[in-house]
């Protein structure tokens, strides 16, 4: 008998060729698409776009059927709005600027979607990920994937190693324009020219400060400040602000401005020069790392303070005992960002994370 695969359909070009590789390899597939949110309501939108609209949620379905195999529809707007969207509104109240991807690939798509994959009998699950699993010293890591612009590893860093044991990523070896041929050659055309989503699925038009307004955010108008803490002019509220933001600041200081600190407690924000914002300490929180005497034994890493910078040279410098960790980087990064995640890296595997807290 085939093995049971449950496979997370969007809608997109990604998870449908992720779906129709499986099958071609003689996977039995039960499709699943999640509902994570009601867009009018979560994000005050008039109209629903994103991958988890209900017109997404009908293409996944369609493409199922057209391939062949079931498809459900699974609710999992409480478990979203408990875990990603109020721990995205709680961050940005306390001026750190979240990446909700991270929390729901953790506590979504590989929480709730394996008790799914159980209820429908399936041995394991599968997505659209551009990642590869591998394994080293008796411990299972993710793996950088072949198309290092696709690369989502970043986003996936809180798996632990039970989760990859369940897990099969078939574009890891892939590119995206092999992706594409594919989707095209089995037919899927409208997929190879459907845009891709760059906004955070809740929030379609990247209104964020409407969002939070919505969502009983309200702060108060404050004072910017330059280095040496002189009143340069007024923000609107330090949650509608992250550190090295440059556009939207509403003032003219004779140079190009960047935010360099948030003081949410003082209602104050700093601005300061694009050079700045470069550290070469990087401390963060919250850590997981998957073996902590490897790097007892090697503390060099590469490591990424966002999901579009390129991985650095570092060496650890605290252990993570107390589940915070501190890199010294070999050449200063620009803007760490408290909220956002810091990904470490050893010979392209994750070797561990945590959020940003400089």
Not at 54 to 73: D, L, V, W, Y
Not at 191 to 219: M, W
């Amino acid at each position: 008998m085939a093995q049971r695969i449950l496979i997370a359909m969007s809608g997109g070009i990604d998870s449908t060729v992720s779906a129709l590789l499986l099958r071609e390899q003689g996977y039995d597939l039960v499709g699943v698409t999640f509902r994570t949110f009601d867009s009018m309501k979560e994000s005050c939108l008039a109209k629903e776009k994103g991958c988890c609209s209900i017109e997404s949620i009908m293409e996944a379905r369609h493409n199922a059927e057209k391939m062949g195999f079931e498809h459900h529809i699974v609710d999992f707007r409480d478990t979203f709005r408990e875990h990603v969207i109020a721990n995205f509104v709680d961050e940005y109240a306390h001026g750190r600027t979240p990446n909700p991807c991270v929390l729901c690939n953790s506590h979504i798509k590989w929480g709730a979607l394996l008790e799914a994959a159980r209820e429908y009998g399936c041995d394991r699950i599968a997505t659209g990920h551009y990642a590869r699993i591998a394994e080293h010293a008796g411990h299972v890591y993710l793996r950088t994937a072949a198309d290092n612009r696709k690369d989502q590893t970043y986003f996936l860093w809180m798996l632990t190693e039970d989760n990859l044991r369940q897990t099969v990523f078939p574009l890891g070896d892939l590119t995206k324009d092999e992706v594409r041929r594919i989707a095209a050659a089995h037919g899927f055309d409208a997929l190879v020219k459907k845009p891709e989503s760059q906004e955070v699925c809740f929030i379609p038009d990247n209104d964020y400060r409407t969002f939070l307004a919505g969502q009983g955010i309200h702060p108060q108008p404050g004072e910017y400040v330059d280095a040496a803490g002189k009143v340069v002019g007024s923000h609107q509220g330090c949650p509608f602000y992250t550190i090295g933001q440059r556009k939207g600041l509403g003032v003219a200081l004779g140079y190009p401005a960047f935010v360099t600190g948030i003081d949410v407690s003082a209602n104050r924000i700093t601005l300061g020069r694009h050079d700045d914002l470069y550290s070469t300490t990087v401390r963060a929180r919250d850590v997981r790392i998957r073996d902590q005497r490897w790097l007892d034994e090697s503390p060099q890493v590469e490591a990424r303070i966002r999901y579009r910078s390129a991985a650095t040279p570092a060496t650890l410098q605290s252990e993570a005992t107390d589940k915070t960790i501190t890199l010294q980087f070999a050449e200063p990064v620009w803007a760490p960002t408290p909220g956002q995640s810091l990904v470490m890296y050893k010979d392209g595997l994750v070797v561990g994370g945590g959020i940003i807290e400089n």
